[in-house]
């Protein structure tokens, strides 16, 4: 026997909350529609009249299979509901479901609102009374219902009851300071629906300020609850809010879950997880953090050389799920630390197949040695080792050679009266038995000088002969430069992210005393890997 668990996200609210993180209408119109595709129940799509961007979300709001929900606050004291005009914007959205928020914890309603406990009570009945009225689904989102459930238990679920009571279709405990352990979350979940508040009614929103925010999750859902809130990546204020890419392939695959609860998320939608989660990270232009749960570029990492070995016989014995079903890869990545298991797996999921005891292997393991002493990371920059390694059997196509390079830098005043500086690269390269001289500034899309390895890309990419066409799918994602070593002896290791139109990403890695050089380096390996995998000649 099942039951049905409804999962709710909060990425285009809570999401939008996060230090560094602007959401456009267009932008949160793209991630509903990936929420929607992925199975989600709701999508709360922000709090209308707040701010423009939500506003203008919601007058144009995709159609979705998931409810479409609008979150706003319980209504002001000394006015009535239908005269809030904070609430009326709200509703005005038009959204099937509305999401209110009211205060649970006493000293909250006492200092923060300045009002009498039973007037904060009248406020949440009121509120969810007239969201009902309209039609609409109505949840009530309990702020700081843990800590006010410790304080004043009988208060806090007062709070409760005065929303269910009115029609609220959910009631959800907010640990609003994401200060809760999972124990005691588990414990007064279990508390409220003793109490008499349903569990079928009953969702969890957690934050993740001691890094168990999932955990938290998983204990309300285990003590009854079944909705959960959560966002994609985890994005929300401070730590952020429970991590639905962390909850969603637990809920699918470990137990208990997987047996007693169902959700709108097939095994298809689960697959295109890790697509999503990197999606988002592009929207937002931030680097995908390499270590996520399920979806992270190492999450299915395996740097020792036994480890590795092991997983060539039988990848459960380092893996606690199969990779795929999130959409994800296995990875032997290379490093000092590896033998023969790991690069012989390594070479193999590059397409490469070598025989054991190929003479090469130590070559190779030796050059990667070598290199690594020199300051290059090889773990974190595959496309790179592929390359060497292709170098050392035999295998590295000649598609073209850069003769030489020049990069300028000139600060002036423009004529404007601004100071700016301007960025020029020549590259001199022999393609196909031609020298072909190319020359570019560094302007980035704002039409500003985005700097001298800018100028370097645009002149190396603009003119390779046969080869441009793969070229022109290419787009460097993000750059990352890290000092090796100290004073004069020291060396910068540059590694460069890059990406396609098809959605393959990889990196390469260049390491210099000239942080130029090294990025040229890289560069060169990222235009060399791409033609590799595009199957030029």
Partial sequence: MTSRLYLYDTTLRDGQQTQGVQFSAVEKAEIARMLDALGVDYIEGGWPGANPTDSDFFADAPATRATMTAFGMTKRAGRSAANDDVLA?????GTKAVCLVGKTHDYHVTEALGIGLDENLACIADSIAHVVAQGREALFDAEHFFDGYTANPAYALSCLRAALDAGARWIVLC????????????????????????????????????????????AAIEAGARQVQGTLNGLGERCGNASLTSLIPTLLLKEPFRSTLTTGVDPE?????????????????????????????????????????????????YEHVDPATVGNERVIPMSNQAGQSNLRARLAGAGIEVAPGDPALPRILAAVKQREDQGYAYDSAQASFELLAREELGALPDFFEVERYRVTVER?????????????????????????????????ENGEDAGPVHALWRALAKDLGPWQGSIDQMALADFRVRIIGAGTDAVTRV??????????????VGVSPNIVDASFEALIDAIRWKLIHDGAA
């Fill in 89 to 93: 914007a709200v509703l005005d959205a």
């Fill in 175 to 218: 640990d609003t300071n994401g200060g809760t352990l999972p124990a005691r979350v588990g414990e007064v979940t279990r508390a409220v629906i003793a109490a008499g508040i349903p569990g079928e009614r009953l969702g969890i929103h957690a934050h993740d300020d001691t890094g168990n925010a999932v955990a938290c999750s998983l």
């Fill in 269 to 317: 939608a689960l697959a295109s997880l890790t697509r999503i989660s990197r999606r988002l990270d592009e929207i937002l232009n931030r680097v995908p953090l390499r270590a996520a749960p399920y979806v992270g570029a190492s999450a299915f990492a395996h740097k020792a050389g036994l480890h590795a070995s092991a997983i060539l016989k039988a990848p459960q014995t």
């Fill in 412 to 444: 002036r005043m423009n004529a404007l009266g601004r100071r700016i500086s301007v960025s020029e690269a020549v590259v001199v390269a022999l393609v196909s038995g031609q020298r072909v001289m190319s020359v570019s500034d560094g302007l980035g």
């Fill in 495 to 508: 590694t460069i992210d890059s990406i396609d139109r098809s959605g393959a990403t990889w990196s390469t």
